[in-house]
């Protein structure tokens, strides 16, 4: 079971990547914006709590 889980894990985008990707979403609307953020990741998670 944890082998199975672990390889979906390095598969697919990280937790940091889809959290900053829905809240850009949710801020601009916008899929460029959301791909730019997306790359960014936890920077921008943490940009977001302490900024706005």
Do not use: D, E, P
Not at 14 to 36: D, Y
Request: a positive charge.
């Amino acid at each position: 079971m944890s082998r199975s889980v672990n390889t979906a894990a390095k598969a697919g985008i990280g937790f940091g990547t889809c959290l900053a990707m829905v809240i850009s979403w949710s801020l601009h609307q916008s899929v460029i914006w959301a791909i730019i953020h997306g790359i960014l990741g936890w920077l921008y998670v943490i940009y977001y709590v302490i900024f706005i």
